[in-house]
């Protein structure tokens, strides 16, 4: 309402012609009233007929009225100027609807300037002084303005949330530790964000660590592009020198030979900057995972920063480029001299056409394969068993890392994905680039092993068994050494008997190694294949009593 009358008031001093407030303001005999240099203007057009109007009324003046400053107008037009732009500027403290309002406020509200953790308020500058004058209100957490602060307050017990519950990742209230969370592992909300920054820290090292490496293997394609085409264009000169001397008699040939040289010059800076382009954008999305996850660790309040907390896992795909040192296009040199000694005696007998030998650049986008422990822990994944998966006669732990074989079946609700036969088990989670994993195992024999999700499960069909189909392999284990089942064919395996055996993937690739975990990795085994599908770890065993659990690694 108060808007809106300001409006009527601020309408009441402008000026109809220029539609703008009075300058100068005249009144003219009908009693309406204009800017000095409006009127004028327009009676200055009116004066060949001799006649003067108001553009208003429309009123007539045989004589030209004359023009008096209002003064009294000019001043009431003066203070709506001051008062107009005070107004504004109060207005500019008041909340909007996008804007988070102090809640002590009465009337119309100002905008918060500060939201209070421990009140779970906001508050404007003025009534936000209380929290730097008064002891008890000083030591309460003050952030930016939030419209969330209800998020941090307990549904069920109408408490703030001071806790987190790592056994069910969530915020708490005090008496939800005491009530439904009795038992768990409970800390602060502030001890869960410390631990959460600083693996959220380490994680942005790991990916600034990525884009550096990535920028460098991008400046390395990059001489590797002139390399190729600076061989190629000493090739050309060469060949020119060459064919001068027959430059009659092969002149066709010297062009396709050169076509040749440019063709595949074309074609191998064309892979070259394919890769290139494809660690440019693994470098962009790496800056964009880094911004996000430093807006997040900005954030002040707790149980935003841990609502918001993203899964922190390293990116799977660690790779970087191999390039071996390759002659490139000399070999058409050569070619060509050496016709150039022979072509005398070949054209009595023959034309003999010469080819280009085709030559490869060796850009790898992948490095060699791990050999010491820390550089296998650089892909180390997060393994889970999936429930839904394990035979009746086996017992998950409570985190799904470890299974062992009972005297008794297990009373396991009925599941298509579920072994029904075979005492195995799948992991929930796929299998795609590099990964690595590590599995304790106790007991007289104990199978470890991948598959596609796609393995039958019902039945005691060998298309169900780790390592008798073409959709599972199997490495086992027993006391008296290893063995490697792959499409029900038997590979010897030899090497130190060891309770924790590594696993190595790259999927791409297809490669899928087994190692003697110790302080020096010691290969079992190495599988070198194709893998059409993501992959599953997997578990099958044997007897009771027999154990295996996947280890936490990082």
Known sequence: MEQKGD????????????????????????GHTYCMNCIKTHWDEEDQRK?????????????????????????????????????????????????????????????????????LASYCENHLQHHYDAPPLKKHKLVEPSKKLQENICSRHDEVMKMFCRTDQQSICYL?????????????????????????????????????????DVELLQQEVKTISNSAEKVVEDNEKIFTELIRLIQRRSSFVNLQIRSQQETEVSRVKEFQEKLQQEITELKRKDAELKQLSHTEDHNQFLHNYPSVSEPTDSSS???????????????????????????????????LTETEVDVLLSEPEPK?????????????????????????????????????PQSYPSHTDRFTHWVQVLSKESLLGRCY?????????????VAYKNIMRAGNSNKCRF??????????????????????????????VSSRVGVYLDHSAGILSFYSVSEIMTLLH??????TQPLYAGIHFYTPGAKAEFCKLK
């Open 437 to 449: 994993w590590e599995v304790e195992w106790s007991g007289e024999r104990v199978d470890i092993a």
């Open 526 to 531: 190495r599988v070198q294949t194709t893998f």
């Open 321 to 355: 480029i191999n390039i071996r040192p390759l002659s490139y296009f000399e070999d058409v040199t050569a070619a060509v001299s050496e016709l150039r000694d022979k072509l005398q005696d070949i054209l009595k007998e023959e034309w003999t056409n010469i080819s």
């Open 7 to 30: 409006k009527v008031y601020r309408e009441s001093f402008t000026c109809s012609i220029c539609l703008d407030l009075l300058k100068d303001s005249v009144t003219i005999p009908c």
């Open 51 to 119: 006649i003067y109007s108001c553009p208003q009324c429309r009123q007539t003046f045989t004589l030209r009225p004359v023009l008096v400053k209002n003064i009294m107008l000019a001043a009431l037009v003066e203070q709506l100027k001051k008062t107009g732009l005070q107004s504004a500027a109060a207005d500019h403290c008041y909340a909007g609807l996008e804007d988070v309002a102090c809640d002590v406020c009465t009337g119309r509200k100002r905008k918060a300037f500060k939201s209070c953790l421990t009140c």
């Open 176 to 216: 939800c530790s005491v009530d439904e969370h009795k038992g768990h592992d409970t800390v602060s909300v502030a001890a869960e964000r410390t631990e959460r920054q600083r693996e959220l820290e380490v994680s942005r090292l790991n990916i600034q660590q990525r884009i550096q490496d990535r920028e460098k």
């Open 467 to 496: 390592g008798f189909n073409n959709k599972s392999c199997s490495f086992k284990c027993h006391s008296s050494g290893y063995e490697f089942w792959s499409k029900r064919k038997l590979s010897p395996v030899s090497g130190p």
């Open 372 to 408: 010491t422990r820390a550089d296998f822990l650089r892909y180390s994944c997060e393994i889970t068993l999936d429930p839904n998966t394990a035979n009746p006669w086996l017992l998950l732990s409570e985190a799904n890392r470890e299974a062992e074989v009972m005297h008794e």
